[in-house]
């Protein structure tokens, strides 16, 4: 008699470090949408001061356009490669 509860405990005794490994692991394009997205924050946040006459919130809106444009290519691309890796990768039996 099989039952339901029977649930395998050693994905819950992952730690946050290798739960995260596993993780990029199967959308690789996330932790890179994550890093572009802080990248430009922080290269917003650096030429923050260097403006110029530009206004505070013209650059903001800049910096918040070129962070999601990056994140939204990065999850365009990990789609394209999950569709490959699901459909054209994958070998036919």
Not at 11 to 17: H, K, P, V
């Amino acid at each position: 008699m099989s039952t339901d509860t029977d649930v395998s405990l050693s994905s819950y005794d992952e730690d946050q470090g290798s739960k995260l490994i596993r993780k990029a692991r199967e959308a690789p394009f996330v932790p890179i949408g994550m890093a572009g997205f802080a990248a430009i924050v922080a290269y917003g946040l650096y030429k923050l001061k260097s403006r110029g006459n530009t206004k505070m919130s013209v650059h903001l809106i800049h910096m918040r356009v070129a962070a999601q444009g990056f994140v939204v290519g990065a999850m365009t691309l990990g789609m394209g490669y999950s569709l490959y890796q699901e459909f054209w990768a994958k070998p036919k039996p």
